[in-house]
């Protein structure tokens, strides 16, 4: 049994399997703007039952459909997840082709969604149709979970996997994402990092005062500065009460995977031009910090006079907008009480902290049997061994359902450096989304206990 | 020799008096507009010369005019301090009647620059004039410096006073202005506070950074707020390497003045809408802090993202605006030096140090000449003991006149605690103006030499 089949049906479907992309990228499912959402979930639903998926559209307390569906059988089960909406087009001056007018130039396809996440649900779906024409049947279960509401904090999500977990329950998944990096080496990911994102804000007086009360009113831009120069020091450390004490460690098997994956240093410097990281780190404690600490980040500030010249104010307001990024155990939850008790203990319980959206941390081991596979797979289908990410650095609904249900993760795709995801000229290479499909195909395989 | 017949034609001609401070108050002299600016100049060197002044208009680098002369002799020389033009009127809508169209409602004359400082400007003028119709001549040389562009800046005066020091040159000072205060009481003010305004800002990265990269990139927010921490400590004790170590440490002399002048504290509170000024200070302390301590006040922060909800972005670029009130012996140049010592000391060479308008603080005794003449004359004109400020919190070109050729200096005036300097519906209570003249027509009397 080789691929050689499959890979041929792959080849010789070129254009229809980008064609039905094109289709989907047409339909301008802006979930931010509750855009073609119903019939793009249609649409979704009815491709997913052409590739033999038993499919159903779900909806949880109003939320959208959700698509849910399960093909095959066999000792294992994998789960598919990804999204059918897309992140808002704009600015659309910028694009140099319409977003929902998919369109090929020089090899690459570019849409809205065609990297984040249309084109790997519609590439995966087309997997699963090919292995079985190829193979005659696949070689374990595959269930499918496409939600629609991924771009706007996926807030239907946890109550769906309370209600339908029993049609998703899995041995492992596929997450929405990944991509080839700028050398061209196909990427892995065990993992996203969560995310707590609060506004810190605090009044001191009634109204602005004049600035030569700066002798005896208080002031609200220099509380916050206080306040917020005991969250972090200057070494780079976040400071605030036992927040660390929750990150795991770096195991030795984090610090061998963190030492085998390429970071161009230079390169990322040049792009942010600067001459050093924080701390002057470098190699893999550079490596460690990026991938396997938390963030404590000042997103925003804001506080009295901010136009041109002089004004000789005394702002009674001040307020920063802060974000953490989180890796296991921290909770969006957690963070905010001990930022709270953290302030309450050093007198700034006049400063009010909002939540804005949260997102669990989710972190998988790299010898699970869908690691495993994922890896294998894409060194059979690139024909290099793939750069594993231990946990990317960015945030999504990973949690709600992985660590929800136990199911060990991994993500790979078809998307490149420069996708340009939630921005303008959103793109992915054709010979990309076709690898995908060839990547895909032999993941089943593997994951489905057969040899390459 | 009384003043009864001085004050007798203050009262017969109250009409007259009003009359002609509402000529100057019709012309819009808006000096940040370049508004009626040659127009008021001569109108006042006019007024000057039918006091009796010897007066001319001298510009020095092309600046606006300035009013110089002198009337009488005597053992003493006067020196008086007042400015021609005003504040733009702005916002105009918030004026019950319009701003060049002075108008008496309710005892009170509504008009930009009524109090700052044409009201004071006119009413010194017209002191003169009938002190010398009252007694015969006057008892002192009185000369006087009018200049044109107190509300910008004052670009010119240190050049005026360079150049024609030799024609303003006295043995005391009286200031533009003055005011009763909440309780209705007098009060007098021996100086000014300086001021030193800065922008500081840096840039950290090249551009915007997504958040997740605030693992290892240089966020210009948090170094912003690093460093302003090294500034000022909780307990609101600046901290600028050495800064404190110029600040006069107050007399006992000081202790009394202070200890005697009233501040109406739980009055001051309600205003503001605290429960308590910094440290909790209170009765002596806090006046001392208050009128004899230098401030440094963050005015304005800005960096990253300040509109609703999240953005999760890692900040190229932070900026504060920060004023510090200087109290001898600090002067901007030396606040802008200690300050780069203090940041380029703990590494914050990158952050830049732009520097806004500064003045001089101006501080002078209680027990000169001019001082006391001025104590008496407000004593016999209202009755009742003048407040004495040290130094007032605000800021003003005193000490490029007055520092510059060693002339203590006083300030009392026409103004109330409700004027509206700098505001819509500016006003002086009409008695107050009138009682100017009769307080400034003593002040000549007692500075002259002859008893009351």
């Known amino acids: 049994m080789t691929f050689d089949r499959f890979d041929a049906l792959?080849?010789?479907r070129g254009a229809t399997l980008v064609g039905e992309l094109k289709d989907l990228i047409r339909l301008p499912t802006v979930s931010a703007q509750d855009r073609a959402i119903d019939e793009t979930a249609r649409a979704v639903l009815d491709r997913a039952r052409r590739a033999g998926v038993d499919a159903?559209?779900?909806?949880v307390d109003g939320g959208p459909p959700t698509i849910v569906g399960e093909t095959g059988s066999g000792d294992r089960t994998l789960l598919v997840y990804d999204h059918y909406d897309v992140q808002p087009p704009d600015p659309?001056?910028?694009w140099r082709t319409p977003?929902?007018?998919p369109t090929e130039r020089d090899g690459y396809l570019y849409g809205r969604g065609v990297s984040d996440n249309k084109g790997n649900l519609?590439?995966?779906l087309q997997a699963i149709e090919l292995y079985r024409e190829a193979f005659g049947s696949l070689p374990l279960r595959v269930r499918v979970l496409f939600e629609g509401e991924e771009e706007i904090g996926s807030d239907h999500l946890a109550a769906f996997v309370a209600k339908y977990g029993g049609r998703i329950r899995a041995d492992g998944c596929i997450w929405e994402a990944g991509y080839k990096d700028a050398a061209g080496r196909p990427t892995i990911s065990l993992g996203l990092k969560g995310i707590a994102y609060f506004d810190l804000r605090l009044r001191s007086i009634e109204k602005d005062a004049h600035s030569s009360m700066g002798t005896i009113l208080p002031n609200a831009a220099w509380r916050l500065v206080w306040a917020l120069s005991t969250l972090k020091n200057e070494?780079?450390?976040i400071t605030v009460d036992g927040l660390m004490d929750h990150v795991r460690k770096p195991t030795k098997d984090d610090l061998a995977l963190l030492e085998a994956l390429p970071y161009d240093e230079e390169e990322m410097k040049r792009i942010h031009g600067v001459a050093a990281f924080v701390r002057g780190l470098t190699g893999t404690p550079l490596k460690v910090k990026h991938f396997l600490e938390p963030t404590c980040t000042i997103?925003?500030?804001?506080?009295?006079?901010?136009g041109m010249g002089s004004k000789t104010v005394l702002p009674a307001a001040a307020s920063a907008k802060v974000d953490f990024r989180l890796v296991p155990e921290l909770t969006p939850a957690l963070v905010k009480d001990l930022l709270r008790k953290h302030l309450d203990r050093r007198g700034f319980t006049d400063i009010e902290i909002a939540s804005h959206h949260g997102e669990l941390p989710s972190r998988w081991p790299s010898d699970t049997p869908v690691a495993k596979a994922a890896v294998e797979a894409c060194r059979a289908t690139y024909g290099t061994d793939p750069v594993v990410y231990p946990l990317m650095a960015g945030s999504g609904p990973m949690a709600q359902v992985c660590d929800a249900l136990g199911i060990p993760v991994v993500g790979f795709g078809s998307g490149n450096?420069?996708?340009?995801n939630h921005a303008p000229n959103e793109n992915v290479k054709v010979s990309d989304y076709l690898d995908h499909i060839r990547a895909f195909g032999r993941f089943l395989h593997v994951f489905g206990g057969r040899s390459l």
Chains 1, 2 share one sequence.
């Open 10 to 12: 792959v080849r010789q």
């Open 235 to 237: 070494r780079d450390e």
């Open 299 to 306: 997103c925003g500030l804001t506080s009295g006079y901010s």
């Open 122 to 124: 519609m590439a995966r």
């Open 56 to 59: 159903s559209a779900e909806r």
């Open 92 to 94: 659309l001056d910028e």
């Open 417 to 420: 450096a420069g996708s340009a």
């Open 99 to 101: 977003p929902f007018a």
